[in-house]
C-alpha cells in the first residue's frame, strides 16, 4: 500500500528529515503522492513547512512537542528540488561551522539557480544568484570550511579558532579536505592546514 511505503521510507530517516512529494515519485503518481502526504500531515505524522515542503519533526529536548524545522536542511530541500547548488554565505556558514553561538537573522545562500526569498514564521531564507567559481568541484564540507573561514577574515584567525575550526571534521575526513581545496591558495588553505594538523593533535 502506498501510505505504508511513504511511512516506511520518511521513518527509515532521522527526525528533522525534511522532504518534498518529489522524493517519493518513485512510489506513485503526483497527485496520490501530494494526497498522501497532505492525510499524513493531518494525523500528526509530519509537519507541513510550507506548500510542498514537510519534515519528520525532531522531538523538542526541553520541552514537551516538536523542535523548530532546521532552515539549513529546509534550505537544502529546496535546493535539492529545483535542482540548485547552494552554498552557505557569511553568518550562515559561521553558524554551520560552529565558530558563532548566534542564530543568523536570515540564512543566506549563493546559489547558481534564481534568485529567491522565504519567509516562514520567524525563519527568513534567502538565495541569491551568483557564480559559484570559488568552490566548484567542492564537496558541502569542503565549501562550507572555505566560505566560514573567508567570511572570518584572516585577521581574525588565532589559535583557538584553528581548534575550532579543526573540531569540524574527524581527523581521518580532514585528509580528503585537504586534497581536495589543494588548488585552493593562499591563507584559506593555510588555515585548513592547521586546523587538519590541530585535529590530529587532539586526538593523540
Known amino acids: 500500500m502506498l501510505t505504508e511505503q511513504v511511512i516506511a521510507r520518511i521513518y527509515g ?20 503522492i501530494w494526497q498522501t502526504l497532505s492525510r499524513l500531515e493531518k494525523k500528526g505524522t509530519i509537519r507541513k513547512i510550507m506548500r510542498g515542503v514537510y519534515d519528520y519533526p525532531e522531538k523538542n529536548k526541553y520541552l514537551d512537542g516538536f523542535a523548530s524545522p532546521d532552515p539549513d536542511r529546509i534550505a537544502r530541500t529546496l535546493a535539492r528540488t529545483y535542482g540548485w547548488t547552494i552554498l552557505p554565505d557569511g553568518n550562515t556558514a559561521l553558524a554551520l561551522l560552529g565558530l ?18 522565504y519567509t516562514i514564521d520567524t525563519i527568513s ?38 581548534k575550532r575550526i579543526g573540531e569540524y571534521l574527524a581527523p ?22 592547521k586546523a587538519a594538523q590541530s585535529a590530529e593533535e587532539n586526538q593523540k
Open 13 to 32: 530517516k532521522k527526525r528533522g528529515w525534511c522532504f518534498t512529494p518529489k522524493d517519493f515519485l518513485d512510489l506513485g503518481s503526483p497527485a496520490t
Open 100 to 117: 558563532s553561538t548566534q542564530i543568523p537573522a536570515g540564512w543566506q545562500y549563493l546559489t547558481d539557480g534564481p534568485n529567491k526569498h
Open 125 to 162: 531564507i534567502t538565495f541569491k544568484k551568483t557564480a559559484l567559481r570559488e568552490t566548484a568541484g567542492l564537496s558541502r564540507a569542503s565549501a562550507i570550511l572555505h566560505q566560514g573561514i573567508k567570511t572570518l577574515g584572516e585577521e581574525h584567525i588565532t589559535e583557538d579558532t584553528i
Open 172 to 193: 581521518g575526513q580532514w585528509k580528503k579536505t585537504i586534497r581536495e581545496c589543494r588548488y585552493i591558495h593562499g591563507w584559506i588553505i593555510e588555515t585548513m592546514k
